[in-house]
């Protein structure tokens, strides 16, 4: 039995929603920037929200309008509430140290890593 860091995947039908949840003890001791990113088969990683030491939110244009983070710091829990989604938004979602510089650009994978294994969105049409 094994404690999954990232939760809340699945496979949902365009236009539906997903929320996922991250829970990792790197939360705690984040004082910087925290957030997630995703990766589809044979694409490099992309920052995809996050939330900055200040308290700011960031959002790629792609998910702007339909995606939501926010963050349970009681629970040391960082949410993505993800609407109206769509078929390009299917791939591994991870959270981690991701700061806004990376939010809608590719993150090299030697920059940051992930929290966990990740969780997978597919999204039908």
């Known amino acids: 039995q094994v404690q999954q860091v990232e939760s809340g995947g699945g496979s949902v039908q365009a236009g539906g929603s997903l929320r996922l949840s991250c829970r990792a003890s790197?939360?705690?001791?984040?004082?910087?920037?925290m957030g997630w990113f995703r990766q589809a088969p044979g694409k490099e990683r992309e920052g995809v929200a996050s939330i900055d030491s200040d308290g700011i939110f960031h959002y790629a244009d792609s998910v702007k309008g339909r995606f939501t983070i926010s963050r349970d710091n009681a629970k040391n829990t960082l949410y993505l509430q993800m609407n109206s989604l769509k078929p390009e938004d299917t791939s591994m979602y991870y959270c981690?140290?991701?700061?806004?510089?990376?939010?809608?650009?590719?993150?090299?994978?030697?920059?940051?890593?992930?929290w966990g294994q990740g969780t997978l969105i597919t999204v039908t049409s």
């Open positions: 790197e939360y705690a001791s984040s004082s910087y920037c």
């Open positions: 981690g140290g991701v700061c806004s510089d990376y939010i809608g650009n590719t993150i090299p994978s030697n920059v940051l890593d992930a």
